[in-house]
């Protein structure tokens, strides 16, 4: 799932936030419902129940298990049929905080492909941008459709108490995940459907729709007519999330396009039909800007359409996410949201940060390297966890030679403390059992406004004391409820 | 001084076998500016069809064109008057949305390596200091390293290599000049354009020159091939961080087999440009 | 819809009629094969693989050994057989997935499922005594995806580009075992009527699993002419060339109504067909049988060669 972090740890000894229980075992407000249903139940139920998940999952899951079962290319992501329940108290504060960093990102966008105010203003260091091959020249000087650049944001926060929640992650260009939110949700509605009787929840499936919609309002100048034509570009059925293009394009009523379908004619960016070329007015790329347009980017792509970028400049087309967005969500420039969200929007920030050190920076260089058995290092361009440094899981031979690593180039990393990440239970054999979770909500951007999913996609770290979330990692997955008022 | 300039140039391909597909981005329009006002100009073309126009992030105007399918010729001829005065090499204030910084990038035809550092030996400290005067002496040391000689380089050739070569043509010179000045840490770009010469009314080529950033003066030409600063003699057509950025034409053709495989067909490009003192008032059509 | 994903769906249905029809094919030669002593079941294993085409890439791979055996793994499983049955079904899978967004979960997952399936009958040789169970699996995938069609897709462009890549292919594998076979079916041969002719024929309708209902419509009578009429003219018969051709026809109807136009591919299969509606066997045998079916099968290919043009499903 993408560029997804979870690479966060905690030290096993720091008390966590369980969100279900309190520390005396009193069961939080937000589990009362969920509780309530689940001591009614049986003995054993949910033993049965999740045989039964792993059989339904098993089967309507076919969808992600099949597409990958040639080459494994994608695999089926364990789900766990424990609900992750946030109170609508809760998701207000959140939504404003989401919202909040979202629009930022957007005017930090549009900023930086301008006159950079917040470089002049020196709230931001140039040499940030210099260096960064994230921003492109090619979109200077250029406003996207509706002013738009962020479509689609997946916002990545963790938890370490009742009113904590922080930003661990901003995902600018293409999110991935949104289909397992709504499989996740599905299964379990098909699995405990007396369940939603009793505890209302709200709504995620209306995704596709919202996100058509939303689409569609960022129609490019020259579209005409009275529904713009919104298509799906996939890299094809070999890309590890062919099956969520599929699954969105189908769920949307979009085309699912390949570059090879398109071409520029016409002045536009058209389709091959059956019936001829058909102009495409918003195209939702999951394809990296490098494979965008061969005439602009790298020249060997075959992934991408030749003169894109020329026609979006010219108004023929909106591009979704817009290129070069990947900037703002750079990790060296992570670090800087706080000031970015202040210096955007005039108000401080709703969700925090994970306190984050610059190595750059001499003072924080030196406090790293005195703390380096308790931080987390990461390298400022990295994604992977190749090159990052876990502080309490290393040995001194690891960290001494990671300090090395880090005097010779400072400017590289950033570190962060290990948090205690809240748990939430999940289904063992022996029942139920507090695991470390992560919170993905998926953000729509249009000229209309800002439109957040009630919840999002949970990632769980499966073992027992890991805080990796990663689906490459042995983690899973779980629908996330955020209950209605 | 001023001078109007009539300009025609024109563009064609031949292929040997028919056009399969092909999409050209055309930088052949001049806009008027600091040192010239464009009277009439106009682009015309034979076997493609325009698609979109648009100001891209340089602020050249640049257009789109398909080559049609079939068509084994392609004509794509610019022409017109421009009216220019002598700025002393002066090009204007930096203007636009690029921020200076990416003046210092390097691009793949100006990536810097040893050549350029010995080039610019000894010259560190005058260009923090003077950066004007060091322009000019790096106008200099250019000219002597690369000679100007035609047919040993094309448009692909990295300054790194020509400068190894010691010879090049005035683009070779051009990148050379722009790999130094941002070892120097000075704003340097490319531009891409004409250049009346006497006695020399058709030419075989469009010319290309260097522009470098002053604090306080703005942009400066240098035109290394020629040893001055662009006069009325210059007509700037578009501008980049290097040829590949400002090109009159870049694109992508792909053309199927000729139907006749006998035929010793070949691919063939011929440019015609002339470059003359416009007659009289009047536009040249 | 894409033209790319017109040019899947067709493929998709081509190669699932295609592994269906081979897998008779295999069917009645193995049948056939076992009431024969050794060199004349040699001898139809031969024709077998000249009906698929695989004559020459069977030789590359076994030489002049023609066994039953050796032909029906080369057939159904080998690896190095890129036109095998299990490749077919891999690159119909592939294709439905390609237009994954185009056809419904039931159609996807009967694809699927076969695929899955086969997968697992064709990881080890194939037996003489599993022989039967096996070509029984790959036929079963066929109905499953074409029932699954039937029942669940919306009657649009996309069922229609998939009728057009059934009967086209469809009508090719009958074309081709007559192809083969016309020399069995010609009088000048069958004029004794001996058991042998008898045996052959039969095979003949059994390859187009046709054994049955001819013998119904008949009763019980077997003549050349008869069978050969039967195969090319009678409408009644699913895998008969007037069948595919009128069921054809409709597919490219729909198309013309629904996009308001006619195309090329369109004049010439409507001309194949009224000249197909205006034969008679006796003429077909004055023409002669044999360049009826090559014509045939050029003109076929030249329908499908035109729709891939004109429905752009390559650039």
């Avoid at chain 2, 891209?56 to 068509?71: K, T």
């Avoid at chain 2, 790096?138 to 035609?150: I, N, S």
């Avoid at chain 3, 081709?176 to 039969?202: C, M, T």
Wanted: aromatic share 8%; proline share 5%; net charge negative.
């Amino acid at each position: 799932m993408g560029s997804g972090s979870g690479e966060l740890m905690t030290t096993p000894s720091l008390p966590c936030f369980d969100e279900m229980r309190e520390p005396d075992g009193t069961v939080r407000p937000a589990y009362a419902g969920y509780r309530a249903w689940l001591d009614a139940q049986a003995p054993g139920l949910l033993k049965r129940k999740g045989l039964e998940a792993e059989a339904f999952f098993r089967r309507t899951g076919i969808t992600f298990n099949v597409y990958g079962a040639t080459d494994g290319e994608e695999r089926l992501i364990p789900f766990d049929p424990v609900p992750r329940i946030i109170t609508a108290g809760q998701w207000r504060k959140l939504s404003r905080g989401i919202e909040q960093r979202v629009r930022a990102l957007n005017a930090f966008l549009h900023d930086l492909y301008h006159r950079q105010e917040i470089v002049r203003a020196g709230r931001l260091p140039e040499r940030l941008l210099q260096g960064n091959l994230a921003w492109l020249p090619q979109m200077a000087g250029f406003t996207p459709p509706g002013g738009v650049y962020t479509h689609i944001v997946g916002i990545d926060l963790v938890r370490t108490g009742e009113d904590e929640f922080l930003v661990l992650e901003d995902n600018a260009r293409t999110p991935s995940g949104v289909s397992y939110m709504l499989e996740n949700r599905e299964t379990m509605m098909a699995m405990f459907p007396e369940l939603f009787t009793r505890v209302r929840v709200r709504e995620v499936s209306d995704y596709p729709r919202r996100l058509a919609r939303s689409l569609a309002a960022c129609a490019p100048p020259a579209f005409t007519g009275d529904k713009p034509v919104v298509a799906v570009l996939t890299p094809g059925i070999y890309n590890s999330a062919y099956f969520e293009h599929a699954f969105l394009a189908d769920q949307m009523g979009a085309e699912l396009v390949e570059g090879s379908d398109l071409k520029v004619t016409g002045g536009r960016v058209a389709m091959r039909t059956t019936r001829g070329w058909q102009p495409v007015d918003v195209i939702y790329r999951r394809v990296d800007d490098d494979y965008l347009d061969p005439l602009t980017f790298n020249p060997d792509s075959a992934l991408g359409v030749a003169g894109i970028m020329d026609v979006y400049r010219a108004g023929g087309i909106t591009i979704a996410n817009a290129p070069g967005t990947g900037i703002a969500d750079d990790k060296a420039i992570y670090s800087f949201m706080p000031e970015i969200v202040e210096f955007y929007t005039g108000e401080p920030p709703i969700l925090p940060n994970v306190p984050t050190w610059r190595c750059s920076e001499p003072d924080a260089l030196a406090y790293v390297l005195d703390n380096l058995a308790e931080l987390v290092v990461k390298e400022v361009h990295g994604s992977g966890g190749y090159g990052m440094l876990i502080g309490p899981t290393s040995s001194r031979k690891e960290i001494a030679a990671f300090a090395a690593k880090l005097r010779a180039r400072p400017d590289n990393y950033i570190a962060q403390p290990t948090l205690s990440l809240s748990t939430v239970p999940i289904f063992t054999r022996a029942g139920l059992a507090p695991r470390h979770v992560d919170l993905r909500p998926f953000v729509l951007v249009s000229p209309n406004g800002i439109d957040i999913t009630p919840g999002g996609l949970t990632r769980v770290a499966l073992k027992k004391g890991s805080l990796v979330v990663n689906s490459s990692q042995g983690g899973g997955t779980k629908d996330s409820w955020v209950l209605d008022d | 001084m001023s001078l109007r300039l009539a300009i025609d140039h024109a563009t064609t391909y031949q292929f040997a076998g028919p056009i399969r597909r092909g999409l050209q981005r055309l930088r052949l329009t001049p806009l008027s500016g600091h040192a010239q006002r464009v009277i009439a100009w106009d682009v015309a073309f034979d076997g493609a069809t325009p698609e979109v126009a648009y100001t891209d992030e340089y602020g050249n105007q640049v257009a789109l064109v398909a080559l049609e399918p079939g068509a084994s010729s392609v004509t794509i001829r610019a022409h017109g008057v421009v009216e220019t005065r002598d700025e002393a090499g002066l090009a204007g204030r930096h203007s636009g949305y690029l921020p200076l910084w990416h003046y210092l990038r390097d691009t793949r035809l100006t990536t810097r390596g040893s050549g350029i550092a010995a080039l610019v030996t000894g010259l560190a400290d005058a260009a923090a200091q003077d950066p004007l005067a060091t322009l000019h002496s790096l106008t200099g040391r250019v000219r002597t390293a690369v000679a100007y000689a035609p047919g040993h380089t094309n448009s692909a050739t990295p300054a790194e290599t020509a400068l190894t070569a010691g010879r090049g043509v005035c683009q070779d010179q051009a990148h050379v000049f722009i790999a130094a000045a941002r070892a120097l840490n000075i704003p340097a770009r490319y531009v891409s354009g004409y250049l009346l010469i006497d006695g020399r009314e058709d030419q075989d080529a469009g010319h290309g020159w260097a522009e470098g950033y002053v604090e306080g003066l703005g942009w400066i030409g240098f035109d290394v091939a020629n040893a001055v600063c662009p006069n009325d003699r210059y007509v700037r057509v578009a501008i980049g961080r290097d040829y590949h950025d400002a090109a009159p034409i870049t694109g992508l053709i792909s053309t199927l087999p000729p139907a006749d495989e006998t035929a010793a067909v070949q691919d063939r490009l011929t440019i015609t440009l002339s470059v003359r003192v416009a007659a009289d008032d009047s536009p040249a059509g | 819809m894409l033209g790319r994903s017109a040019n899947g769906i067709f493929w998709m249905f081509r190669y699932l009629e295609r592994a269906e029809n081979t897998a008779r094919l295999i069917e009645a030669g193995f049948r056939m094969a076992l009431t024969r002593d050794s060199g004349a079941a040699s001898e139809e294993w031969r024709s077998v693989l000249i009906t698929l085409g695989l004559h020459r890439a069977y030789a590359a791979r076994h030489g002049e050994d023609v066994t039953g055996p050796h032909v029906f793994n080369f057939v159904l499983r080998d690896r190095d057989n890129p036109a095998s049955v299990m490749a077919m079904i891999e690159t119909a899978r592939t294709n439905a997935r390609m237009v994954r967004t185009g056809i419904t979960r039931e159609v996807w997952e009967a694809v699927n499922e076969s695929w899955m399936n086969l997968r697992e009958v064709f990881a080890r040789p194939v037996t003489e005594t599993r022989l039967r169970d096996v070509l029984d699996a790959v036929r079963r995938q066929a109905i499953q995806v074409r029932g699954a069609m039937e029942g669940t897709m919306l009657r649009n462009d996309i069922y229609h580009f998939a009728g057009i890549g059934t009967f086209l292919e469809r009508a090719d594998n009958t074309a081709r075992i007559l192809d083969v076979k016309y020399y069995v079916l010609l009088p000048s041969l069958s004029a004794v009527g001996s058991s042998l002719d008898n045996v052959q024929w039969e095979n003949v309708l059994r390859s187009v699993a046709g054994e049955r209902a001819y013998r119904w419509l008949n009763a019980g009578q077997m003549d050349p002419r008869g069978i050969a009429s039967f195969l090319i003219l009678d409408e009644r018969f699913p895998r008969s060339l007037a069948f595919c051709y009128t069921r054809l026809a409709t597919n490219l109807a729909f198309l013309a109504r629904a996009y308001g136009f006619d195309t090329p591919a369109h004049a010439i299969q409507r001309a194949g067909h009224a000249e197909l509606a205006g034969l008679t066997i006796e003429t077909i045998f004055e023409q002669g049988l044999h360049e009826f079916i090559s014509d045939f099968l050029a003109r076929n290919n030249q329908i499908a060669q035109q729709i891939q043009r004109d429905y752009r499903f390559v650039e």
